[in-house]
C-alpha cells in the first residue's frame, strides 16, 4: 500500500495535462500527504495553492506550488483556546479579481478572517454572531417555496463554505456569502464585502429550507457563485437522501421564486464544499450522488455547467477510486487558459490528503 501510495505522489502535473482527455476520462493524483486533516483549499490566478489544516497546537495556512514545493506557512490561532476556533472547518475562497490580493477563511463558529493571498499575512477579522447584525426578516425558504419572517439564528450556529462574488461588471456591490446550521436547518447568508474586516457591520439570510435533514444534519453545504452573478448550494428537500442542487441570483437584493430554483437532475446531491471556473462552471464536493445514504460510503465531484442544465452526460460525477470510503471536502480549480484540462483539488480529512484531479475543460457556448 506504501508503494502505491508514493507512486500516485510522484505523478506529476506533466502526465495529467497528457492524459487523453479527448475521451473524457480523468486522471487523478495525490497531490499533498503531509499536513494534518487539511480541510479549507483554494487556488489563486498563479495556480497556487492554499491548503488549511491542523497542528500541533494550532492551525495552519500553507502555500503550495502547483508542483506541491511548499511557498509560505502561517499558524492561524494564538494559543490553544483561539486555535481551537479554527480546528473543525475552516474552508477557504480566494477572491476573484486578483488585483485585489485577498484570500478568507471561515471557521466553524462564524469568524471571517481576511489575509492578502500573496503573503498569507492576515490583515483582520470579525465575527459572525458576535459583531454582525443578522438580517433574517426575508428570508427564500425552497421547502415551501415561499418567503419566511420566522427563520431563528441560534446563538450555537455552525458555518461551512465561504465564496466570495465580485461581479464582472460592477452592477452590483461585492460580498461574501456563508452556509450554516441553525437548530438543524441549513441556509446560506450574504455579508456586504469591506475593505476593512473590522467596519463590517451587517449581514443577511437570504435562503434557506426549513426541511430538517437526519442524515446530514451536523454538515452545513456548499456555495459558490461566478463572475455572472449566479450562485448554487445545496439544500433538503424531501425524501431520505433529500438535498437538490439550488440556483439563486447572488445580484438579486431579495431572492423569490423568479430567480431561485432546483437544478435538474440534483436529486440526491449534497455538497461539502464548491468552487467555480473562470467560464462559469461549478464543481462541488459529495457523496453517493443519488444514494439513500448520501455521503456516508463514497465521494465524487460533480460538475454543474455555467448553463446550469444539471449534471451533464458528458461530466458524469468524478469518483475518488483511491479513497472509496472517504468523504470529501472542500474543492478548488485552477484553470490555465492554454491547457485543455481543469485541475480540481479536493481535501479528503481523514486520509490527510489532499488529491488532485484533472478533467476536460467545458468551454463557453
Request: proline share 7%; hydrophobic share 40%.
Amino acid at each position: 500500500m506504501k508503494r502505491i501510495k508514493t507512486a500516485l505522489a510522484l505523478f506529476s502535473v506533466w502526465a495529467l495535462l497528457l492524459w487523453p482527455v479527448s475521451k473524457g476520462v480523468r486522471a487523478q493524483e495525490i497531490f499533498n500527504d503531509d499536513l494534518t486533516m487539511p480541510i479549507g483549499v483554494s487556488t489563486d490566478a498563479s495556480g497556487d495553492v492554499n491548503i488549511h489544516s491542523r497542528g500541533i497546537s494550532t492551525t495552519l495556512l500553507t502555500k503550495f506550488t502547483s508542483d506541491n514545493v511548499q511557498l509560505i506557512q502561517t499558524t492561524i490561532g494564538s494559543g490553544s483556546i483561539d486555535a481551537e476556533r479554527f480546528r473543525v472547518s475552516h474552508l477557504l475562497a480566494t477572491d476573484p479579481d486578483p488585483l485585489i490580493d485577498r484570500l478568507y477563511l471561515l471557521s466553524h463558529r462564524g469568524d471571517v478572517v481576511v489575509f492578502v493571498s500573496s503573503t498569507l499575512q492576515e490583515v483582520g477579522r470579525f465575527n459572525i454572531s458576535q459583531d454582525l447584525t443578522v438580517d433574517t426578516s426575508d428570508v427564500y425558504d425552497v421547502a415551501t417555496e415561499d418567503t419566511t419572517s420566522t427563520f431563528v439564528l441560534d446563538p450555537l450556529t455552525t458555518y461551512g463554505d465561504i465564496a466570495a462574488f465580485r461581479p464582472s461588471d460592477g452592477s452590483s456591490s461585492p460580498a461574501w456569502f456563508v452556509t450554516g446550521l441553525s437548530n438543524g436547518l441549513a441556509f446560506v447568508m450574504r455579508i456586504p464585502m469591506q475593505a476593512i474586516p473590522e467596519s463590517v457591520t451587517q449581514a443577511e439570510v437570504i435562503l434557506a429550507s426549513t426541511e430538517p435533514s437526519p442524515i446530514t444534519l451536523e454538515q452545513a453545504r456548499g456555495v459558490a457563485v461566478n463572475a455572472n452573478g449566479d450562485g448554487l448550494t445545496t439544500l433538503p428537500l424531501i425524501g431520505a437522501c433529500p438535498d437538490k442542487v439550488i440556483h439563486f441570483r447572488a445580484t438579486e437584493p431579495f431572492l423569490d421564486d423568479t430567480n431561485v430554483f432546483e437544478v435538474g437532475g440534483t436529486a440526491g446531491v449534497p455538497s461539502w464544499g464548491m468552487d467555480t471556473d473562470v467560464n462559469g462552471n461549478f464543481y462541488l464536493t459529495t457523496g453517493g450522488v443519488g444514494n439513500t445514504d448520501c455521503f456516508l460510503n463514497s465521494g465524487h465531484v460533480v460538475i454543474i455547467p455555467h448553463n446550469l442544465a444539471g449534471i451533464d452526460p458528458t461530466t458524469p460525477p468524478i469518483p475518488l477510486p483511491s479513497f472509496p470510503t472517504a468523504q470529501p471536502m472542500d474543492v478548488a480549480v485552477s484553470f490555465n487558459s492554454s491547457s485543455p484540462v481543469v485541475l480540481i483539488y479536493v481535501t479528503i480529512p481523514i486520509f490527510n490528503t489532499v488529491a488532485r484531479l484533472a478533467t476536460p475543460v467545458i468551454q463557453l457556448p
